[in-house]
């Protein structure tokens, strides 16, 4: 069975940082492009960074670019996201999703529906 599973998720006050994990089982990442999506309530899904896991090419949204890293560890089929200098508005339900011969501007930027998406995990940033 193909499965990707987030955690990490959390409460943080603001400036504070998460480790976000995204393992998947049943299938290894080498062909698949991996982004992180987040949705807070009343607004549009938004994909945030997307990494290619044959060559660790990557992209990050504006709204997260220098605060947050994407990174992959081949040995573990897990794609992490580091997020610093946390926000208010970085609150959401964050999910990982893969796209199986995708690369970052695909799945990041033309936002082509991935294959397999996890649960979620739910951040929040709050004082």
């Known amino acids: 069975q193909l499965q990707l599973v987030e955690s990490g998720g959390g409460l943080v006050q603001p400036g504070g940082s998460l480790r976000l994990s995204c393992a998947a089982s049943?299938?290894?990442?080498?062909?698949?492009?991996i982004g992180w999506f987040r949705q807070a309530p009343g607004k549009e899904r938004e994909g945030i960074s997307c990494?290619?896991?044959?060559?660790?090419?990557?992209y990050y949204a504006d709204s997260v670019k220098a605060r947050f890293t994407i990174s992959r560890d081949n040995a573990k089929n897990t794609v992490y996201l580091q997020m610093n200098s946390l926000k208010p508005e970085d609150t959401a339900v964050y999910y990982c999703?893969?796209?199986?011969?995708?690369?970052?501007?695909?799945?990041?930027?033309?936002?082509?529906?991935?294959?397999?998406w996890g649960q979620g995990t739910q951040v929040t940033v709050s004082s």
């Open positions: 049943g299938f290894t990442l080498d062909s698949f492009a």
């Open positions: 999703a893969a796209l199986m011969m995708g690369t970052v501007e695909v799945m990041c930027v033309w936002n082509y529906p991935p294959g397999y």
């Open positions: 990494i290619r896991f044959s060559d660790a090419s990557t």
